[in-house]
């Protein structure tokens, strides 16, 4: 069954701000316009499915590689966000009615697909009691039927508020449980307005104590106005947290009225901070310009698990 019509618009919340200019991006994250028949073919099974995928809807630069691959992030709970973060592209509104059928229509395309690892991500539900948990834990459930030997990946939200959500989708054991911080706590207020830093650091930890065999996951965005001190200390304290894996890439601002690029992170640099991410213990880092939550997210977690068995192994 298909959501119902939803009365808003993309972002009405920025229509007062001041336009901030989108700056021509340097050469090292280009990309190309998607052209090829497997990411037309990927792109028709999402509508015959009516499914949504982040990387549309974020307009995620990776698009056309991915999907030429038949790798996609399925997004759950709709296509309207309850927040109103100034990086995202994801609409702003009221949120649309649930679907009963969502998890079992993705079950469906990651069998058509055969995808051997799958991503599955949804926008802010503030208006659900549960903020969507139980949408999650379901859709774990309903790939787990069709596809077995599929390993999930799950991106969710931080479940502000929401007493017992987290045990819900922990409890579903996905294979990894990714939960992004996105920036550094001083930018909190001008870029994820809504979250608590600390709110998030807690959930990270949090799933860990409940399954310590799940692998967690987060990222941040460079390019916002962070200091390179500042995205050291949230390294600390993801390790902190016990996070496996963490990602790093460069904000790209989506429209005139998200928030400004403050600069453009050389290719360089993104090194040097996977060096100290590794230093600092993690058993996986992915730090690039293009570097996006669920970019090779199927490559990276075979690599994961082969970075526990070895760690473990030397600890033996």
Known sequence: MASAPVESVRHPEKAGKPDNPIQRKPAWIRV???????Y????ELMRTLDLRTVCEEAACPNIGECWAQKHATFMILGSVCTRACAFCNVATGRPDLLDPHEPERI??????????????????????????????????????AAAPATTIEV?????LRKDGAVEVVAAARPDVFNHNLETVPRLYGEVRPGARYFNSLRLLDQVKRIEPGIFTKS????GLGEAKEEVLQVMDDLRAADVDFLTIGQYLQPTPKHHRVDRFVPPDEFASLQTHAYAK?????????????????????????????????GAA
């Open 107 to 144: 079950a469906e395309a990651v069998g058509r697909l055969g995808l051997e690892h799958v991503v599955v991500t949804s926008v802010d539900r503030d208006d659900l009691d549960d903020g969507g948990a139980g949408y999650f834990a379901r859709t774990i459930a309903a790939i787990r």
């Open 219 to 222: 990222g941040l965005m460079v």
């Open 32 to 38: 190309k316009a998607p052209t090829s028949r497997a």
């Open 40 to 43: 037309g073919e990927t792109r």
């Open 155 to 159: 991106l969710t939200p931080d479940f």
């Open 281 to 313: 213990g993690f058993l996986m880092v992915s730090a690039s310009p293009l570097t996006r939550s669920s970019y090779h997210a199927g490559d990276d977690f075979v690599r994961l698990r082969e970075a526990r068995a070895a760690r473990l192994s």
